[in-house]
Each structure stands twice: as C-alpha cells, then as structure tokens.
C-alpha cells in the first residue's frame, strides 16, 4: 500500500528555539508544572491544543487582505454567512469571537435556574456556561465512552435509555436542549454516530426538545462516518456533515478547530425567535450581530477555511497524521485511548502511572514530563480538568485520566511525530522513576488553565 502524504506544500515556516534539558526543567518549574503557564517560545513541539494553532492557506491569508472593517454589515460576515449556511445548512448565523462567546449567550437565553442539560460527556467550557445560567449538566453518553480501552467504533453516541430516564425524572420541559457533541473531546476525541444522532433527533422530537450541536469538530466526525458506518462509504465529507447537522436545531463552533482559523465562531440557530433574541444579546457580548468579536479579516479567513475543511483530500490527511501517531504508540505497547481520536492522541495515564493516586494529578505529572524530556507540550485532560462538583465542593473523579497530544492541522511534520513518539516511549520506559504532585495554586473557574503544582 501507498503510503499518504499531505495534499498541500509548506510555503512559509517558523524558525523554533531549541532547549536543553536544563532550561526545560526550570521552564516547567516556573510554571507551576502547569503546561498552560509555558511560555510559547519555551515549547519545540506544540501539542497542548488544536483550538486557534492551525496554519491557514494562502487563500486565507489572501482572504485576510480584503477585510472589510466597516463596523456594520460587512461584506466579510455575507461570505461567512454563506458559507455556514452552505456547509452546515443552518438558517441564521450570528458570528462570535469563539466557541465560548457562543455558548454564554446560548445558556443566557435556553437555560432557566434548575434545569437539565443532558449531553455526551461534559466538556469544560459548555458545562460551566450551562451550569452559570443556572442548569445541571447530565451526562448521557454510552458507558463504553468511560473505558479507555473500549474499542467502541462511536464511543461519542447518546445512550437512549439513560436520555428517556432522565425526560422520565424530569420531565420535558425541565431540558431547555440535548447538548450533542461531533466528536466527543473528552472521551477521546470520539465520533457519534449518524444512526445514533438520528435516533436522538427522532427521540427529542417526540418529547419535543430541541437539540443543539456542539459542531466544533464535526468536520472529523463526517470523516469518521464516512469510514464507519457502511451507509456512508460512498459520501462526501460534505454531504455528510450537512446531514449531520439537519439533524439538530442549531449549533455552538468553535472556528478555531474545524474551521482551520486562529481566532472565530459562531452561533447558528434555525429558530426565528430564538435567533431574534440571540441577536440581541450579540450586541452586548460580542459586537455587532455583524461582526461578533471578530475583525472583517478574520470572518473572510473563517469562511475560506470551511470550504478548505471538508475536502475529502484535507480530513483525510489531518486524522492520517493523528492516526500515524496513535499507531506507532500502539505499536510500542504505550496505553492510549482507543479507537484512536480525530484530532489528537490521549495517553491513559492511569495505565501509564498506576502507582500515582488519582488525587496526586498523574495526568498532569506526565504532561510536565513530556515538555521535561523533549519540549512536548501536552494538556492535561483528568481530574484537574474535571474541576469540582459544583454541589459537594469535592474534586469530580473521571474514569479517564489523560494527557492529550492534540495535533495542530497543517503544521507538524511525520518526523515531528515520530520525535513525539520516541519521546513518550523514553518517559514510558522511566515510567517507575515519577512520582505525584501537589496542587498549589487553585483558581475558581476552569482551574485547569492556571492552577500551579509542586513536585511531592
Ligand atoms: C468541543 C469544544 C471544545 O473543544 C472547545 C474548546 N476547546 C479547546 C480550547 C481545546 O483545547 O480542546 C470549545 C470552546 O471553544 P473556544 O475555545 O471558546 O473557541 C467548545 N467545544
């Protein structure tokens, strides 16, 4: 077999510092062993997020040139506009700085004080909005999306029966919407299947609930369809999400993903009223219903980046590298989540430090190690990402305690994963020398971006 490469060609680089090993270790040090808290400039090889890190075309940069920075109507927001409604087949679209701008004014006007959200799993951000409007996040996704070594082909679906308990307990008209996540981040960046959001489309119809889209990677769950699920062997990535998305009555997207840009988002609603009052809260939180918190030049750049993010000959290529990765840290015996996700690796640090307590952050201990041993930049994504039970005040305890490698798009080399590769084989291997952390420093909100720890 062939093997692949990219369906594009470098045409402008970053020169990267090298570091030894040395300035690392007082690198992480000063950052509270808190791989958020690095300087960028300290970091030879960025995995710490997909969101914002992707590198544009030329097309897009060009895009950038024809910004038309009127502060109404814009002709950049049209293009956009069009573009969203093209691809994603919403009605309205209201453009917001990103995904988190979307989802504040969402949970503003859905959510009432002592509602229900179900979802499949929490992720960071969507929990605490929908929790600040006054909701209880419920999570109903699938058991098998808890077990990192399930090799579920759609760890991301809804399981019904716990869906229809919840409408049983409490009743309709106490769930505002069905927060649907394509893929799923936290479990793994896993797919849902098109059967399953049909099923939970057809199941909240019939209590008439509204479902809204988490769209922020559902480029990469098209792909995972279309690789998956035999019906739609033959489709485009195109065609897939567009049906995808018929299935739900509006999403939240994070355009710093999918979308291929470095600063954008978008609320999308097919509701008129809905999207009558959105539009209103546009103007307090993010700026004109349209610009939403981003330059003309930024909405051209989003647009030209959905049309480049669902060609076929582009997600294959992004997952193909997400996959090469995966499989060579298989290949090495070296516990990751399974099946391998869309838009990052996520190391099992439970399988991988078993003999540091969930409570002394294992996960955050392997992602200070990794930028120790080779400048990697990891996220911790296990218990100080899950944060603290808003009713008990005690840390949450999630089955899954990972390190998240999460590739850029279009931006790393093979010979940059394969450094990767050999750098977490090389921790792997001096695995019994590590030992816990103690946290330091605790914010309130999403502690997980600035909290600080000590080495126990
Ligand atoms: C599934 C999902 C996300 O992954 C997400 C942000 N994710 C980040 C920053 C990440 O590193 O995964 C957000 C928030 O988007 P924002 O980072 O505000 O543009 C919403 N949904």
Redesign the pocket.
Known sequence: RRSWAEPYKIKVVEPLKMTTRAEREQAIAEAGYNTFLLRSEDVYIDLL???GTSAMSDRQWAGMMVGDEAYAGSKNFYSLEEAIQKYYGYRYILPTH????A?NILSKILIKPGDYIPGNMY?T??RLHQELAGGTFVDVIIDEAHDPRSQHPFKGNVDLQKLTDLIKRVGAERIPYISV?GTV?MAGGQPISMANLRAVYELAKSHDIRIIL?A??AVENAYFIQQREADYHQQSIAIILKEFCSYTDGC?M?G??DALVNIG?WLALNDPDIYEEARNMIVIYEGLHTYGGMAGRDMEAMAIGIEESVQDDHIRARIGQVEYLGQKLLDWNIPIVVPIGGHAIYLDAKAFLPHIPQDQFPAQLLAAELYREAGIRA?ERGIVSAGRNKDTGDHYYPELELVRL?IPRRVYTQAHMDLTAEAVDEVYYNRHRLRGLKMVYEPKYLRFFQARFELL
Request: glycine fraction near 14%; proline fraction near 0%.
């Open positions: 997020t997909d969101s990103q995904g988190r701008g989802e992720f951000t969507t996540a981040n988490d922020t990677r939240t994070s710093k993903k988002g996220m999460t």
